[in-house]
């Protein structure tokens, strides 16, 4: 993230007990989170969180987007509605791949990919009165 982004404002190492540390650096408009090993020796990236709007995160999608651009820029319409809050845009949370939009004044939409290794990359867009205020992409 340094090679990308230069020096951060903050870069704090919390003690996560017997999981070793988490190391959260914070650039502005954007902060990268990663997990590291006791030894703080070997480390993998975690989440990606954006907060500005100068970063693109995936389909292009910026800080500031409003709600219906951003839902048509990814597959949707492909489920139904549970509790009238809550849109299964395809398949389920619990399982592989799915997209899941939240509802409300703040709205959230959720997409998770199965990568080849078993681990997922979900993709969380939040927003307030429906543009989009962070974009975070996590590594399960």
Same mark, same amino acid.
Do not use: K
């Given at each position: 993230?340094?090679?990308?982004?230069?020096?951060?404002?903050?870069?704090?190492?919390?003690?996560? /007990?017997?999981?070793?540390?988490?190391? !959260?650096? &914070?650039?502005? #408009?954007? %902060? =990268?989170?990663?997990?590291?090993?006791? *030894?703080?020796?070997?480390?993998?990236?975690?989440?990606?969180?954006?907060?500005?709007?100068?970063?693109?995160?995936?389909?292009?999608?910026?800080?500031?987007?409003?709600?219906?651009?951003?839902?048509?820029?990814?597959?949707?319409?492909? /489920?139904?509605?549970?509790?009238?809050? !809550?849109? &299964?845009?395809? #398949?389920? %949370? =619990?399982?592989?791949?799915?997209?899941? *939009?939240?509802?409300?004044?703040?709205?959230?939409?959720?997409?998770?990919?199965?990568?080849?290794?078993?681990?997922?990359?979900?993709?969380?867009?939040?927003?307030?009165?429906?543009?989009?205020?962070?974009?975070?992409?996590?590594?399960?």
């Amino acid at each position: 993230a340094i090679a990308l982004f230069g020096e951060p404002m903050s870069d704090e190492w919390v003690d996560n /007990g017997d999981e070793g540390y988490i190391r !959260v650096q &914070i650039f502005d #408009g954007c %902060e =990268a989170i990663y997990l590291y090993n006791e *030894a703080r020796t070997e480390g993998r990236g975690y989440m990606f969180v954006i907060t500005g709007d100068e970063l693109e995160g995936p389909r292009a999608v910026r800080v500031g987007d409003s709600f219906a651009s951003v839902y048509n820029r990814f597959r949707n319409g492909e /489920g139904e509605y549970q509790d009238n809050d !809550v849109e &299964i845009l395809y #398949g389920a %949370e =619990a399982e592989g791949e799915f997209g899941t *939009a939240y509802y409300g004044y703040d709205a959230t939409i959720r997409y998770g990919v199965q990568l080849e290794d078993g681990r997922r990359i979900i993709l969380q867009m939040e927003f307030n009165v429906m543009d989009c205020t962070e974009i975070t992409l996590t590594m399960e």
